[in-house]
């Protein structure tokens, strides 16, 4: 068996090489990819050879969106077979501490996640995880959207961090895959109003598409005041900002109404002034939140029965050869294309 892997060799530079086939330990298995998605955050680590605060020492391998065939288990494993197509939730949680044990794994202490340095990602044909990661594939999914339940499942953790209810009305500020994840996770939430927001008329489009009910241009208009409008003065709910911005932040506290919530699913990385006296006397919950946690099982089910639609996304299919095309596409065409994937 050859292992052929998309190697990140420097800032921007991936080269396409061969590596050994890994061998599963006991509680692991071993899994032939068949798709991986290009995360925004490959993307980021592409481009400024870190991940997070942790500087990538070359070759290094990124991607975590993945989904394939199961064939060869580790001695322990029980809960699924070789020939078993899988999704795989790329963060192995150590389920001893404190916060594994009241549930939220997504904040361990020692998680292993894909790609994020020194874990090597699933940009390869061959990848070893625990196998209590792994979940089986309904019959009407394919491996395609299984790499889609990654990000799927971080639309769902907002809107599970939003506590979205019927009859509410949200807002979602940036409308790129996040964003649009955010609009289905909502949906299936049976949120009543869904308003998405973006610079793009495109992905407006693509967002109305899958159930957003209203949309703005904040190039063209006023946020806060659409809302307003569009909810008789009352605002929204909950917003959620996914544009990772200082001044949709803002746009946030000014868009939810006096007691609703933000959830911020963008990570902010420049200095943030904001309206701390505003946020205050609306008395607005900032929910914050990291990845996802306990949301794969739910999304696989969501998908299956059809109540998330999760093939309108499109995501634009590379060979995996084209790895360096695909990033190319992921970072220049990211107003058409919303999700880049390969296939291996
Ligand atoms: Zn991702
Ligand atoms: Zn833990």
Redesign the pocket.
């Known amino acids: 068996m050859v292992n052929r892997v998309a190697a990140l060799v420097g800032k921007g530079k991936i080269e396409m090489t061969v590596g050994p086939v890994p061998e599963p330990k006991a509680d692991e298995v071993l899994i032939k990819v068949r798709h991986c998605g290009v995360?925004g955050?490959d993307v980021h680590n592409f481009l400024e050879g870190r991940t997070g605060k942790r500087v990538i020492s070359y070759p290094f391998v990124l991607g975590?969106?993945f989904a394939g065939d199961v064939v060869a288990l580790g001695a322990d494993v029980t809960n699924v077979q070789v020939g078993d197509r899988v999704c795989v939730e790329p963060g192995a949680a150590c389920g001893h501490c404190e916060y594994c044990r009241i549930g939220r794994y997504n904040l361990c202490e020692h998680m292993r996640f894909l790609s994020a340095y020194p874990n090597v990602g699933s940009m390869q044909d061959y990848v070893v995880f625990p196998a209590r990661n792994c979940f089986k594939l309904p019959d009407n999914l394919d491996t395609i959207d299984g790499a889609m339940i990654?990000?799927l499942a971080v639309g769902l953790h907002a809107a599970n961090r939003g506590n979205v209810k019927w009859g509410d009305t949200v807002l979602i500020i940036g409308s790129g895959c996040i964003g649009i994840m955010t609009v289905l996770a909502c949906k299936a939430k049976n949120a009543t109003n869904i308003i998405a927001v973006d610079v793009f008329d495109n992905r407006l489009a693509k967002a109305k598409e899958l159930g957003a009910t209203a949309t703005i241009n904040s190039r063209t208009e006023d946020v806060a005041a659409r809302v307003a409008e569009l909810t008789g003065g009352r605002l929204a709910d909950v917003v959620f900002e996914c544009a990772g911005r200082p001044e949709t932040f803002n746009m946030a506290c000014d868009a939810v109404r006096p007691g609703g919530a933000i959830v911020t699913e963008g990570n902010i990385s420049e200095p943030l002034q904001m309206n701390h006296v505003l946020i205050n006397m609306k008395e607005i919950d900032i929910k914050c939140m990291f990845r996802y946690v306990n949301v794969y099982p739910v999304a696989l089910r969501l998908i299956s029965s059809g109540e998330i639609n999760i093939k309108g996304l499109q995501p634009k299919i590379f060979p995996f050869d084209k790895t360096p095309e695909a990033f190319d596409c992921a970072i220049n065409d990211g107003k058409s294309v919303l999700k880049c994937v390969l296939e291996m």
Do not use: K, L
Request: hydrophobic content about 0%; glycine content about 0%; proline content about 17%.
């Open positions: 995360c955050s975590h969106e990654e990000p």
